[in-house]
């Protein structure tokens, strides 16, 4: 074993020298189990050096890749790992073939690939692995049949279809589906009546769908499915009305409104009818004031993330938040 770990630390030293800086000084981008590589520029001819690096220390776990250059012939390289159970690849361009690489693969459980020039024959592949639990898919080129094929998987709690192409057919395969407990299809074609159908998921507790056009009508639907324990629903023309429908359900704690124009009578709404924590709240973009600030720095309610960008709010309601006591992490950089 000694030697072995020898070989490979020579390996490694020896590919420092070409490297970017990110991987030059790879331990300063890790985190016991998580190594975060985002943003670094990180182009197919690296991927050998950070394979390296993981080959010597087969105790990460979590691999994030977002935001960088990896191609198909770095995503192959990539899914013939078997130590990296959690691998994030978001906005790179790894294509329809490095997609469909990670298909064969039987350690990770969970694959992010946002935004990646994927399609649809690559997410049927994807869809035959039966060690993934949860799959991010969105924002690709996704037509109905890979949706249908994602669906038939029993292995998948967890799938994100975001900007997908969803017909009928795809949207009665998913709501069939009995292991799933978060789905998000925000930004797709889903309109309400599919919404409406995806609400039979037995055991449901995330549902993504902003930027659907649902309305209050929409939010008092959503109101009905007691088991959502976290919901997003910006971007979907929300009123006081939406707003209050949404705060009655009894179990939800991480609920993202923004971008929907509710003003300071919503937040009353979120507050006077809410439990005791809210583990994240977002009602960013949503004219918002410094009435708001008071309301949510004097509420009772607990607040583990709370979002208030792009709003109206002061300085001094700036201030207000940052002073409570109930709100543990402030996201206000851009107010006004």
Not at 188 to 202: K, P
Not at 246 to 268: S, Y
Request: a negative charge; one cysteine or more.
């Amino acid at each position: 074993m000694k030697s072995l770990a020898l070989v490979l630390s020579l390996l490694i030293g020896s590919a420092w020298a070409g490297s970017n800086d990110c991987l030059r000084y790879i331990e300063d981008h890790r985190h016991i189990h998580f190594l975060d590589l985002q943003t670094c520029r990180l182009q197919d001819k690296d991927i050998p050096t950070l394979l390296a690096f993981l080959a010597a220390n087969p105790d990460i776990e979590y691999l994030y890749l977002g935001q960088n250059n990896i191609g198909s012939e770095g995503a192959k390289q990539l899914a013939a790992n078997r130590t990296i159970g959690v691998l994030n690849l978001d906005d790179n361009h790894i294509g329809s073939e490095g997609a469909a690489a990670f298909a064969d693969n039987d350690a990770l459980v969970s694959l992010s690939i946002r935004s990646n020039l994927a399609n649809t024959d690559s997410v049927i592949a994807l869809a035959r692995n039966t060690h993934l639990k949860h799959l991010d898919v969105s924002f690709n080129d996704i037509e109905a049949a890979g949706i249908i094929a994602l669906a038939a998987n029993p292995a998948f709690t967890w799938l994100n279809v975001a900007g997908s192409h969803l017909d009928k057919a795809a949207v009665g395969a998913l709501a069939k589906n009995k292991t799933l407990y978060a789905l998000d299809v925000s930004y797709s074609t889903c309109s309400y009546d599919d919404v409406a159908m995806l609400t039979r998921i037995r055991d449901l507790s995330f549902l993504g769908v902003d930027g659907l056009g649902l309305g209050d009508r929409g939010a008092e639907l959503l109101a009905r499915k007691i088991s959502l324990t976290a919901l997003s629903m910006a971007d979907n023309g929300l009123t006081v009305t939406g707003v209050s429908a949404l705060a009655t359900l009894p179990h939800l704690r991480d609920l993202d409104v923004g971008k929907n124009r509710f003003g300071d009578e919503g937040v009353r709404s979120l507050l006077f009818q809410r439990r005791q924590v809210w583990w994240e709240l977002h009602v960013n973009d949503n004219q918002l004031t410094d009435d708001s600030a008071q309301l949510l720095a004097n509420s009772p309610v607990q607040i583990g993330v709370l979002d208030v960008r792009h709003n109206s709010i002061s300085q001094t309601g700036i201030t207000m938040l940052r002073n409570s006591k109930n709100i543990e992490v402030l996201r206000a950089d851009q107010v006004k």
